[in-house]
């Protein structure tokens, strides 16, 4: 538990200082950030699914249920539910769709399954088995 606030509270605050400076953020870094979200979000999942004995220290509540309960298939509904999630949350802040604000939510959320894949990158060395 302690674990996840260290990685929430940072990664909320990030964005609660951005929505409240609201600091310009040129369109050229809009697909980097996508993509940075995407990437992370590859290599998490896929250290998690190569080492299912991971989806006991998972820190994201829905992943483990959903892939439990459906296989690989939950790949693509957790995909729709973190989108959702991310479109969601820069709706809150911003009160209207603004693809700036929801790059940088993606990008947040990027960060935070980057520190996931080296959380599980060590906690796959520690026990000794396959890793990306």
């Known amino acids: 538990m302690f674990a996840d606030m260290r990685t929430a509270m940072p990664m909320a605050a990030a964005l609660i200082l951005y929505f409240y400076f609201r600091p310009g953020v040129p369109e050229y870094l809009l697909l980097p950030f996508f993509a940075v979200w ?20 998972e820190r994201n509540l829905v992943f483990p249920i959903l892939y439990r309960k459906m296989g690989k298939k939950a790949v693509p509904v957790q995909f729709l539910v973190e989108t959702a999630t991310i479109v969601i949350i820069a709706i809150i802040f911003e009160h209207a769709i603004n693809v700036v604000s929801i790059s940088i939510v993606s990008f947040v959320f990027g960060i935070s399954h980057l520190e996931a894949y080296f959380s599980n990158k060590f906690l796959v060395k520690k026990i000794g088995k396959k890793y990306l």
């Open 38 to 57: 995407i990437f992370c979000y590859y290599f998490d999942l896929r250290i998690t699914i190569s080492n299912l004995q991971l989806l006991e220290h």
